[in-house]
C-alpha cells in the first residue's frame, strides 16, 4: 500500500482541493503520489494520467 509523501517543504501537502477529474477534496500529498506513480506506470486509464492539475502541483511542490 502506498502512503502519502511527508513533505519537508513549505507547501503543505496536508492541504486540500478540489480535484477536477475526481469530483472530490483531494490532499496535495495524496494527488502528488497518485500523479507520479500513473504517469510512471502509464495508467491510461486512470483519470490522474496527465493531469493538468495534478502537473501544476508537482511543480508548485518541487518549487517550494
Keep these: ?3 502519502p509523501l511527508m ?3 513549505k507547501m503543505q501537502g496536508q492541504a486540500n482541493f478540489g480535484c ?3 469530483g472530490q477534496d ?3 500529498a495524496a494527488c502528488l503520489d497518485w500523479f507520479v506513480d500513473h504517469n510512471a506506470l502509464c495508467k491510461k486509464a ?3 494520467f496527465k493531469c ?3 502537473q501544476k502541483n508537482r511543480e508548485e511542490f518541487s518549487r517550494s
Design 26 to 28: 483531494v490532499n496535495v
Design 20 to 22: 477536477k477529474r475526481l
Design 52 to 54: 493538468p492539475q495534478g
Design 46 to 48: 486512470s483519470p490522474c
Design 7 to 9: 513533505p519537508q517543504t
Design 1 to 3: 500500500m502506498l502512503y
